[in-house]
């Protein structure tokens, strides 16, 4: 049976969209079949990224399926790079039914991350949101108590980045609220502030940008690479641990 799943929300400065519909059926392997979307091939490309997410984080001995694609749905406006690869892995999900269901962090699947930076080439990162923990009313310098960070570009949806081990997953989500930790300490969300490093990418335009692969036979995404403002940063993570740098670029140009 044909199951669809639709991300939509809307806010005052964003909208999402996408709907995928999938049959997933018993296999003797794990399998995702792509039916032709009328020319969007990277409308296509993404959903089967987002099957394979789900189909890998499904619970083992759930045993093997074969998704197979139907439908996609999508407008240039509202729909954002990630969100047909969350509509079809919720999909997928809610087709097999399996409890508990498995929770959506993100993707970073390298060709995926590559074309939400291309997507971005040219445009002002406006914002930089961090969630940081603090203990006895203090916090450690820079990636020190880093937990979750969001980039704000212009005209866009925050993205939210999470390091899981050594992979770095993308979202597109706006920021939690902070919380208490009672004995432990407090979770405190808000602007990164100087000195941190990044602060000082907040106001410039995305000049170029690389993925950074992790060091496994399967890649994904490790980190980004950035150049803004004249300076090259790095954000990624390892071992669930992140790691932030700069380094200006000869002449100061980008």
């Known amino acids: 049976m044909a199951t ?25 392997q794990h399998e995702v079949v792509g039916t032709p979307d009328r020319g969007y091939a990277d409308r296509l490309r993404e959903a089967e990224l987002g ?18 694609i139907r439908n996609i749905v999508a407008t240039d406006a509202d729909t954002n790079i990630g969100d047909i690869h969350e509509a079809a892995a919720r999909a997928v999900w809610q087709a097999v039914d399996v409890a508990p269901r498995p929770a959506y962090v993100g993707f970073g699947d390298p060709e995926l991350v590559d074309l939400w930076l291309r997507d971005r080439i040219g445009l002002r990162l406006t914002a930089v949101t961090e969630a940081r923990h603090w203990y006895d009313g203090r916090r450690g310098p820079d990636a020190d108590g880093l937990l979750h960070m969001w980039l704000h570009f212009e005209r866009g949806a925050p ?20 919380y208490d ?12 502030e100087a000195p941190d490093l990044l602060a000082g990418i907040v106001g410039a ?20 690479r950035l150049r803004l403002g004249g300076a090259e940063f790095t954000i990624a993570t390892y071992g669930d641990e992140w790691t932030l740098a700069r380094s200006d670029l000869p002449g100061g140009a980008g």
């Open 4 to 28: 669809t799943y639709r991300v939509a929300r809307q806010t005052a400065r964003w909208c999402r969209f996408a709907a995928v519909t999938v049959d997933v059926v018993a296999s003797s």
């Open 51 to 68: 099957a394979w997410h789900a189909l890998r984080a499904l619970p083992a001995g759930s045993g093997p399926r074969q998704v197979i």
């Open 159 to 178: 993205t939210k980045l999470h390091g899981r081990g050594d992979e770095l997953l993308l979202s597109v989500e706006e920021p939690y609220a902070a």
């Open 181 to 192: 930790m009672d004995e432990y300490g407090d979770v405190r969300v808000g602007p990164a």
């Open 205 to 224: 335009r995305l000049d170029d940008a690389a993925v950074i692969l992790g060091p496994f036979d399967d890649p994904v995404c490790a980190g980004l």
